[in-house]
């Protein structure tokens, strides 16, 4: 059987010296090889994947974070085979049965993007309802992207702004970057500082392409089920330790401070 891949963690401290991301974006990637690694079906590796974004959302809250947004299943994800689609769509229903009552208590709100009309019509109904129930929580806003892809996002912000051009409501003119940005999925939110990528990937697999003009990337070669509170602490000192500098230089940034 495959050995699991070792955790690459160095000896600095890994509590954050900084304040955390205010806005943290997660792929979780690499369920299906941490169970392939183990010798395990795919599905118990989904099944650790579902139960670790509860620790992690968790853990995340404890640490100050504000905002969570994770790509849970993109619009490339139909493409897989039938049997693991659907065992996704039944994971999705546990939670969103099993999960929304405990999320309420601990104040977290919880939201769907991405298009939702390829969903069977009763996740389409458990999503509106756990967005209505946790809708007044102010502790964590955990956004869930569902069959969600950037260039999707893009596309359907652009075809409302050509509709609200079309009926008068927008000069062609006075069209900036911010106003097309009110279309977008993630209009309300403010844009994620931290995106961080399991699995040992270095792409952004279509997320959030509009939203990550100036996002910092943490990449990390762990499973999405092995990643823990150490990794996360990990990346949250890192990140703390980076200059984000927005475009301009260093000197320019303390001018402007």
């Known amino acids: 059987m495959p050995e699991p891949r070792l955790k690459l963690i160095d000896s600095s401290p890994t509590r954050a010296a900084g304040p955390p991301p205010r806005h943290l974006a997660i792929v979780m990637d690499g369920n299906h090889r941490w169970a392939r690694a183990r010798g395990l079906p795919g599905a118990s590796g989904h099944r650790a994947g579902a139960k670790n974004l509860k620790t992690v959302a968790q853990a995340c809250a404890d640490r100050g974070v504000e905002f969570l947004t994770l790509f849970a299943f993109s619009t490339e994800n139909w493409q897989r085979p039938k049997r693991e689609v659907k065992l996704l769509l039944d994971l999705m229903r546990g939670v969103l049965t099993d999960d929304v009552d405990e ?7 919880l939201r769907f993007v991405g298009e939702r009309s390829r969903f069977p019509a009763d996740l389409q109904r458990l999503m509106g309802r756990a967005e209505q129930k946790t809708r007044t929580n102010t502790r964590l806003h955990l956004t869930i992207a569902v069959n969600f892809g950037g260039r999707w996002d893009i596309g359907q912000a652009a075809r409302a702004l050509a509709r609200a051009v079309r009926d008068g409501d927008v000069d062609p003119d006075e069209i900036t970057e911010e106003h097309f940005g009110r279309f977008l999925s993630m209009a309300d939110l403010p844009p994620p500082d931290l995106c961080i990528r399991t699995g040992g990937e270095r792409r952004l697999s279509n997320f959030l392409l509009w939203d990550f003009a100036y996002t910092e990337f943490y990449y990390c070669d ?11 602490d990990h990346a949250f ?16 940034r303390a001018g402007a401070s």
């Open 222 to 232: 762990e499973y999405w089920p092995d990643f823990d509170e150490e990794r996360l």
């Open 237 to 252: 000192a890192d990140f703390a330790a980076r200059q984000r500098r927005y475009g301009r230089r260093m000197e320019e």
């Open 103 to 109: 999320l309420n208590r601990k104040q977290v709100r």
